[in-house]
């Protein structure tokens, strides 16, 4: 909780000054009881405890009046607006390596078939396979039996292209036309390979070519998210760094989950051996740079969990700080009309 206005938190000094003045004032009645037998027959039968409740409910009402003149505020969790989910799940060659067991895209898979069965009833959900290239192999449904059978249907391929990958997930979830997929899978018209030999002009500095929309604020787009569950390393296709910017450009948080060891596994194919680490570099950088977050699995128990931290994390939105002076208006004056009206049904008095 933040305040706007600090300073004012001297008028709290007030509270205990009411309280002294309270003490005195009872102290002064009692005395004058004693005078009396017959009002100190009555102060005598009252209940010690009852007899303060409406003063404390009035000094409780005191403080939360002068709490609220310094402008608190606070972030606030409301229920969340998203919509439709894109998951864009690897499954390049290198998520046969069992440093996440019993290997990763078998841990990818369970734990994705969780996250699915998670998310509330309305949110449709849709897959999208990243290898060499990128495919849609699920369009957004509300059917969960739709959704596991695409994800067992998974075939691991030759090489990872992880901003196809974004590219296709945006391409599903923006209205149609809003980004050009042709420009953004091949800018200028070259091929990947033919751009690293030079045969084919390299795209100026700036917005990707089919990304010429007019920015939206990063993370804006509330109805809308993508989560991207790879090793992180991309050897083919656009650049994902690039294309999580067309993905901030929109609005679209892409949420990362980096599956592997820092060690990494050694994979071995046609007589050639390689070691396949996780990059966590990219992968953070394409959730920060799109307002989102990157969680790390390291292995299968992770995986599942920190499915279920995004799950709790896309039900609800972290609210931008909010003003709640209002609120302790209302609950101050609520204090102070509840302690008047005690004091009037018990003592046929207000204070």
Known sequence: MTLAWPAMLWLLAAVPLAAALYLHLLARRRRSARRYAR?????????TARRHVPAVLLLLGLASLLFAIARPSAVIMLPSRVETIMLAIDASGSMRATDVKPDRITAAQTAAKTFIEDQPGHVRIGVVAVAGAAAVVQAPT???DELVQAIDRFQLQRGTALGSGLVMSLATLLPTGTIDVEKLLNPKGAQPAERRRGNAPTPKAGKPPGAEAKPAAPGSNRAAAIVLLSDGVSNVGPDPLEMAQVAADHGVRVFTVGIGTADGATLTS????????LDEDTLRKIASTTGAEYFRAGTAPDLKKIYKALSAQLAFDKNQSTEVTSLFVALGAAFAMLGALLSLLWFNRIF
Do not use: H, I, P, Q
Request: hydrophobic residues 35%.
């Open 270 to 277: 046609n007589g050639w051996s390689m070691r396949v680490r």
């Open 39 to 47: 009002l100190a027959t009555v102060a005598e039968t009252s209940s």
């Open 142 to 144: 509300d059917s969960r």
